[in-house]
């Protein structure tokens, strides 16, 4: 019973400052590890069973990572694009260059500023994508790179999570180091054979009962995390591989949502653990270093992917806002730097430090991410430096043009392939590279920049233009289209997107001439399709042939249709 209490006090001192961290708009992981704090001996030292605190914490990890196996699927990892790879390899390695050496200037042997430098390398894919979901940006293209370039991240702390295993103080010499590796691929082989040829027969029957699945899915990804422990391995390393096992299996996504609530109460355990395990007169000790460390993530890792947008060709903004999205460090920081501590490869007040550098710089990173347009707004005269001036631009920047679309993306498309046959002149405006030397590519007059950006949006000539649209789902820079189109140009027709009402009639007082709602042109669209066809499958079959065509061909082109949810509409 006196366990049973002590898990309920820590449920409840959670919750309570879980709800302080919503009101702040903070991540809950920053009170998870505060609740850990509060409860742990350096203030209340309500926590008598850390054995079962730390085994509870172990448990949420091995399901994290399984479940974050199941998704690790070939598919996957060929949506990788250049600019994700890119982008995310280049800044791991840069960041883990820099942190070495700064780790081992403060006196951190080398093995020590390995894992605190890989640590810092690493950024949260869930902090970031929630983050990026409330500011309703999921569909810029700054969300887009962050998400790619963040699973990249996340492949390459996967097999940091199976490698480091190897650097054990039992596996020093050059056979055993031979004879690890050996086991592992046996091991590694074996329950991909079993999954391929065992498990994926008997799908159909696990997946007859969502109770059963559960079960199953459990004991699968516990059972092999236990064997690769028995064999010498992590358990972390063992849940990876039994959830990349199965990531082919058509009721992976079944497993994934039903072992999400057991994984998040569990996770909030090895949160809390990580809390309790820091002592403030530890924190106050660690505190210069953390600041330093703080520092490079939260200033050097975005000044480095900035350099690295830079070159692939972004503009200043969109290599601005990205760059924010990595000024954190990671969940899976926290799990590498926790394995070396149980391999014995470091002290535990490297897991402090750690834990203080997370606290610190996801706080920050918050705000610099929610905050990032009116950063940029400040930051813009000064991040010339981070633009590369492209030939294209200056070709067509002073030519005038009857249409002009801002923007290609999905909805973009649509009008592109109308316009493109009329006999009037028409300029697109990106500012993703990729797309307008695609663009380019097939001979339409292009230009790069962000409307968004103040000084770009000067540059373009209205004065001309018979039609404006804009397929930016920014309301910000809608309205600053807006403004500057009547501005040069009180005839021409200006159509904008928007995703929620209040934008739309924002934009309807403004003085735009039709705002697009696409989810509401799509339902009426399909209204209209009932009333011209009525029952005639003839006329159903002819349209359905066509639009799996067309969606076959947006696949080509990386589009994607919004997940309901995945917008804040």
């Known amino acids: 019973m006196e366990l049973f209490a002590e898990i309920s006090i820590l449920i409840a001192v959670a919750a309570g400052i879980a709800a302080v961290m919503r ?15 509060i409860v742990g001996p350096s203030v209340f030292n309500l926590v008598s069973s850390e054995e079962t605190l730390a085994l509870m914490g172990q448990i949420g990890v091995a399901i994290l990572l399984f479940t974050v196996g199941l998704h690790l699927s070939p598919d996957v990892v060929r949506q990788f694009g ?15 260059i820099a942190g070495f050496a700064i780790c081992v200037a403060l006196g951190m042997t080398p093995l020590t500023a390995f894992y605190v430098s890989v640590a810092l390398a690493f950024s949260s894919t869930i ?25 990249v991240q996340d492949l390459i702390a996967v097999l940091l999570l199976l490698g480091i295993p190897i650097l054990s103080t039992d596996t020093s010499t050059p056979w055993s180091i031979v004879q690890f590796v050996l086991t592992g691929i046996i091991l590694i082989g074996l329950v991909l054979f079993a999954a391929k040829f ?8 696990l997946a007859q009962s969502q109770e059963f699945l559960f079960l199953f ?53 090895f949160f809390i653990f990580l809390g309790a395990q820091m002592h403030l007169g530890e924190i106050t000790a660690l505190i210069p270093v953390a600041i330093i460390l703080s520092f490079l993530v939260l200033v050097g890792n975005p000044l480095i992917l900035m350099i690295i947008m830079g070159y692939l060709g972004y503009r200043r903004k969109t290599s601005l806002q990205t760059g924010f999205t990595v000024a954190q460090i990671s969940e899976f920081s926290l799990i590498l730097v926790a394995l070396g501590v149980t391999l014995g490869h470091v002290e535990s007040e490297i897991l402090s430090l750690v ?54 993306g999905r909805i973009g498309f649509d009008f592109l392939e109308t316009l493109k046959e009329g006999d009037k002149s028409l300029l697109i405006v990106d500012y993703d590279p990729d797309v307008i030397s695609e ?74 001439d039709y705002v697009i709602l696409p989810h509401f042109l799509g339902g009426k669209y399909a ?19 066509e639009h799996i065509d067309h969606l076959k061909m947006r696949v080509t082109l990386g589009h994607e249709h919004p997940v309901p949810g995945g917008m804040k509409i």
Do not use: C
Not at 127 to 144: R, T
Not at 231 to 242: K, Q, T
Not at 244 to 262: D, F, Y
Not at 529 to 543: C, H, N, T
């Open 23 to 37: 009101i702040l708009h903070q991540p809950l992981i920053i009170g998870h590890i505060a609740t850990g704090l």
């Open 82 to 96: 250049r600019v994700a790879f890119l982008t995310g390899v280049g800044q791991v390695l840069f960041t883990s």
């Open 127 to 151: 902090i970031i994508m929630k983050l990026i979901a409330d500011k309703g940006d999921l569909e810029v293209l700054y969300a887009k790179i962050a998400i790619g370039f963040l699973l």
């Open 198 to 205: 065992v498990i994926a027969r008997a799908n159909r029957f």
């Open 217 to 269: 899915s459990l004991t699968w990804g516990m059972g092999i995390a236990a064997l690769f422990h028995t064999f010498g391995f992590s358990l972390e390393s063992g849940a990876l591989i039994a959830g990349v096992a199965l990531a082919a299996l058509p009721s992976r996504h079944e497993i994934s949502a039903r072992l999400t609530p057991l994984r998040d109460f569990f996770i909030v355990m």
């Open 355 to 408: 834990t203080l550098v997370g606290l610190i710089t996801i706080f920050g990173s918050t705000y610099l991410v929610l905050y990032s347009d009116r950063i940029y707004k400040l930051l813009a005269p000064y991040l010339g430096l981070f633009e590369r001036t492209d030939a294209h631009e200056q070709r067509v920047r002073h030519q005038k043009h009857a249409i002009i679309l801002l923007g290609s």
């Open 439 to 512: 663009l380019e590519r097939r001979g339409f007059n292009t230009l790069f920049g962000d409307a968004g950006d103040f000084d770009f949006l000067d540059t373009l000539d209205f004065s001309n233009a018979e039609l404006i649209v804009s397929t930016i789902p920014d309301p910000d820079t809608n309205m600053l289209i807006q403004r500057r189109v009547k501005a040069q140009n009180k005839d021409a027709v200006v159509m904008v997107l928007a995703h929620r009402i209040k934008d739309a009639l924002s934009h309807y007082d403004e003085g735009v």
């Open 527 to 545: 209204a209209e399709l009932v009333i011209k066809f009525k029952d005639d499958k003839d006329r159903y079959s002819k349209l359905r042939k």
